[in-house]
T-cell receptor, first 117, second 114 residues
Framework: AQTVTQSQPEMSVQEAETVTLSCTYD???????LFWYKQPPSRQMILVIR??????QNATENRFSVNFQKAAKSFSLKISDSQLGDAAMYFC??????????????FGEGTQLTVNP | DSGVTQTPKHLITATGQRVTLRCSPR?????VYWYQQSLDQGLQFLIQ???????AKGNILERFSAQQFPDLHSELNLSSLELGDSALYFC?????????????FGPGTRLTVL
């Protein structure tokens, strides 16, 4: 079974600084996608960024970028120029593309990010 | 706003009772997913439907059941409720059934079992 591990339960960053959240995963599959979701205090789950495993180029979305290391099964999220609105719980998630698996997302435990003014 | 709607937002009930949670997917999405978020179990996949048919099942208890209707809305039925069923229940939807189709989450229903 696939597993996703986020080893940092809590992180903090100063406003305007850069922070990196870590995620590792375990799978025997070769075709999969990885995601970072953000859950602010409202509890809404918001997609931040996604990475296709077949792509070597790291995904970027404005101030958010990932460092995808397929061989190491590592998928970290970098937030640049941190803003107060970035404060949230961040979840790393995995889905494999194997037909028999359906499309279930497997989530990590989450990292609570605090942004200090 | 993801376009996925869930009702009710909050639900408080007693042990042994039965409740129904409702989800309407984004316009054009055919696939619906249910997830449970609890303090001790984290975020867990429960079940997926695609165009009215069950596609994948996760850690869903036998006391729980779900269905997707012809208009594509979905309902999650929870029966013989226990204290441990207290959680935030999310519905998500995607355009198709595949893992490549991004899932968009609704605002969740917070269930409290007293």
């Amino acid at each position: 079974a696939q597993t996703v591990t986020q080893s940092q339960p809590e992180m903090s960053v100063q406003e305007a600084e850069t922070v990196t959240l870590s995620c590792t995963y375990d799978t025997s599959e070769s075709d999969y996608y990885l995601f970072w979701y953000k859950q602010p205090p409202s509890r809404q789950m918001i997609l931040v960024i996604r990475q296709e495993a077949y792509k070597q180029q790291n995904a970027t979305e404005n101030r958010f970028s990932v460092n995808f290391q397929k061989a190491a099964k590592s998928f970290s999220l970098k937030i640049s120029d941190s803003q107060l609105g970035d404060a949230a719980m961040y979840f790393c998630a995995y889905v494999d593309l194997k037909e028999t698996s359906g499309s279930r997302l497997t989530f990590g435990e989450g990292t609570q990010l605090t942004v200090n003014p | 706003d993801s376009g996925v709607t869930q009702t009710p937002k909050h639900l408080i009930t007693a042990t042994g009772q039965r409740v129904t949670l409702r989800c309407s997917p984004r316009s054009g999405d055919l696939s619906v997913y249910w997830y449970q978020q609890s303090l001790d179990q984290g975020l867990q996949f429960l079940i997926q439907y695609y165009n009215g048919e069950e596609r994948a099942k996760g850690n869903i208890l036998e006391r729980f059941s779900a269905q997707q209707f012809p208009d594509l809305h979905s309902e999650l039925n929870l029966s013989s409720l226990e204290l441990g069923d207290s959680a935030l229940y999310f519905c998500a939807s995607s355009v198709g059934p595949e893992g490549a189709d991004t899932q968009y989450f609704g605002p969740g229903t917070r269930l409290t079992v007293l």
